[in-house]
C-alpha cells in the first residue's frame, strides 16, 4: 500500500474506535449551586464534650450541635437526614446542579459540623440557596411537616429575611405537591425562628424543613421506609427547582 494510503487508512480506523464522550449533563438548573445541609451526625452522642462546646449561633452563644432524635424503634433523626440528602442530591444534579453537602457520611466516629460552621457553608460554595433537612421529636400527637424561615434580625439574617421567605414558600408547596401532610402544631406548616445557628449565619437564602415528628406512628413509618423517604426528596427537588427557575 502506498504511504498516503496507509496514513488514510490509519486515521479512519482511528476515528472508528475512538471512544465517544459522554455529553455534559445539563438541564433546568444547569449554573446553579445548591448547598445542602443534613441535619446532626450518627456520632453525635459519642462526642458529648466536642457537641456541647458553646459556639456563636447568631450574636448569642449555644451548644455546637445536639443529637437530633429518633423514631420510638430507634431509627435516627441524622439517618433520616442523610439518606432524604442524598436522594435529594441525585434528583437535583439530575436537573443539572451542582450540588454540595455540609457533611458527605453517616459515621458513628463523627460528629457536627457546629451550627456556625453549617450556617457560614452555602456562602463557602457560592451557592444560590440552602436547605437543612430535619426530622421534629415532639409529642407523638403532632404530625406533618413544616418549613422554617430565619426571622429578621439586623445585622444577621436581613440580606436573606425576604428570598428566605420566598424560598420557605416553593419549599411548602413542593411538599404539598407530592401529597406530604402540613404540620397541626404551626400554622400553615410554617415557622420562623429567631434562635438556629444554622440560620442566623448564613449569606444565601435558607430554609430549613422538619419533614415529619418521628415520635408520631403515621410520619415515623413514612420516614423509615424507602419509599417514603424518596417521597420527601421528590418534594424537596420539586420547590427548589421551582423556586430557581420561577
Known amino acids: 500500500m502506498r504511504p498516503r494510503l496507509l496514513i488514510v487508512a490509519l486515521l479512519s480506523l482511528a476515528c472508528l474506535v475512538a471512544p465517544t464522550l459522554p455529553a455534559q449533563a445539563t ?32 450574636g448569642f452563644r449555644k451548644p455546637c450541635n ?6 420510638n424503634g430507634g ?3 441524622s439517618t433520616l437526614n442523610m439518606s432524604v440528602v442524598n436522594s435529594l442530591k441525585s434528583r437535583l ?5 451542582k450540588v454540595y453537602l455540609t457533611r458527605t457520611v453517616e459515621s458513628r466516629s463523627l460528629w457536627g459540623p457546629c451550627v456556625d460552621v453549617r450556617g457560614r457553608y452555602g456562602a463557602k460554595v457560592h451557592a444560590d440557596l440552602m436547605v437543612s433537612v430535619h426530622g421534629d421529636g415532639a409529642p407523638s400527637s ?9 426571622a429578621l434580625r439586623r445585622g444577621w439574617t436581613d440580606d436573606i429575611y425576604t428570598r428566605s421567605g420566598v424560598l420557605q414558600q416553593y419549599v411548602r408547596a413542593g411538599l404539598d405537591s407530592v401529597g406530604l401532610p402540613r404540620s397541626n402544631q404551626y400554622a400553615g406548616g410554617l415557622s420562623t425562628r429567631s434562635d438556629l445557628g444554622t440560620l442566623n449565619w448564613s449569606d444565601v437564602p435558607v430554609a430549613m424543613v422538619e419533614l415529619g415528628n418521628m415520635r408520631n406512628t403515621g410520619d ?16 424537596l427537588a420539586r420547590g427548589i427547582q421551582r423556586y430557581l427557575t420561577r
Not at 445536639?66 to 423514631?71: D, E, L, P, R, S
Not at 444534579?93 to 446542579?97: I, K, M, Q, R, S
Request: hydrophobic share 35%; glycine share 16%; charged share 15%.
Open 75 to 77: 431509627y435516627p433523626e
Open 220 to 235: 415515623a413509618a413514612r420516614m423509615t421506609g424507602a419509599s417514603g423517604r424518596a417521597v420527601y426528596a421528590a418534594g
Open 93 to 97: 444534579e439530575a436537573l443539572g446542579a
Open 27 to 58: 438541564g433546568p438548573l444547569t449554573g446553579r449551586v445548591i448547598a445542602l445541609d443534613p441535619g446532626h451526625q450518627l456520632g453525635n452522642s459519642s462526642h458529648t464534650s466536642e457537641i456541647n462546646r458553646l459556639v456563636d449561633a447568631g
Open 66 to 71: 445536639t443529637t437530633g432524635t429518633a423514631t
Open 142 to 150: 403532632y404530625r406533618g411537616f413544616f418549613v422554617i424561615r430565619p
